[in-house]
């Protein structure tokens, strides 16, 4: 079977298809893939992070060849895909990427470590619940509201045994091999300062303001990525 023209990878929230409203009902993205990450399918538990789990699911995805497309806390697997087998992906689109590692020392990325590591530090003594609150209070929410459905308390143990975004082990050698544009909404410092870090290191970095974190849900975001696929249609070597 041929690989698949894409593969968009999704964040911590929506998986699959579900996180790609906009793109899976787009008729010029027919025959794209909509993986969904370990941990995440319905019929299998959620699960501790795995950073080569993570890679290999992109991977295994990607097959041949193929365009990646990842949002938010799957930019990271897709970088680790590409610094990898840069020769596999032909163009990355990574859409708020949390790749504080490669931007440590940065104020924002910094404030944010700060805010968020207490409370990844308590997760082996709290519930999925009490975790999600407290999580959402260190992201800035004052009265944020506890999961209760079934659905909602899934999601909320799968951000528990999330790892640290500024743990995974990322390489700016990713994106010096693979053609990379980052977008991002424009909205929050940390976020910014990472696409600035991949910038440096030879991505193309991009707002398009509107659509807060899900920056694919901008009406602009599909005629940007198509624009990118039309730019590499025959390959990096192409």
């Known amino acids: 079977m041929d690989a698949p023209r894409a593969v968009f990878v999704h964040g ?12 899976r009902d787009d ?3 027919r025959g794209s893939m909509y993986l969904t990450r370990p941990g995440y399918g319905g019929a299998e538990a ?17 097959g041949s060849g193929a365009h990646l497309v990842a949002f938010s806390y799957g930019g990271l697997a897709a970088l680790l895909a590409a610094a ?10 990574l859409i708020e990427p949390p790749a504080f590692s490669l931007a440590r020392g940065e104020p924002g990325v910094e404030a944010h470590v700060a805010a968020v590591a207490p409370v990844l530090e308590r997760r ?9 609150v407290a999580l959402l209070r260190a ?17 909320a143990e799968i951000s528990r045994l999330t790892a640290a975004p500024w743990e995974a082990p990322l390489s700016a050698d990713a994106v010096r091999e693979v053609p990379t544009l980052v977008l991002t909404g424009g909205w929050n410092r940390e976020y910014d300062e990472a696409a600035a ?17 899900r920056v694919q849900d901008h009406p602009a975001f599909t005629e940007m ?12 070597r192409g």
């Open 27 to 29: 008729a010029r993205l």
């Open 84 to 93: 990898q087998h840069p020769d596999r992906i032909r163009t990355m689109c």
């Open 46 to 62: 959620p699960r501790a992070t795995d950073w080569g789990m993570e890679r290999d699911a992109v991977l295994a995805a990607v």
């Open 124 to 132: 082996g003594e709290l519930g999925p619940s009490e975790f999600v």
């Open 139 to 155: 992201f800035g929410q004052t009265d944020p509201v506890a999961p209760q459905t079934e659905e909602e308390l899934r999601s």
């Open 12 to 23: 911590t929230g929506l998986a699959g298809a579900a996180a790609w409203p906009r793109q």
């Open 225 to 236: 990525l198509l624009d990118l696929w039309q730019e590499y249609s025959a390959g990096r």
């Open 197 to 213: 870090a991949l910038a440096r290191a030879g991505a193309t970095h991009r707002e398009l303001p509107g659509a807060g974190h």
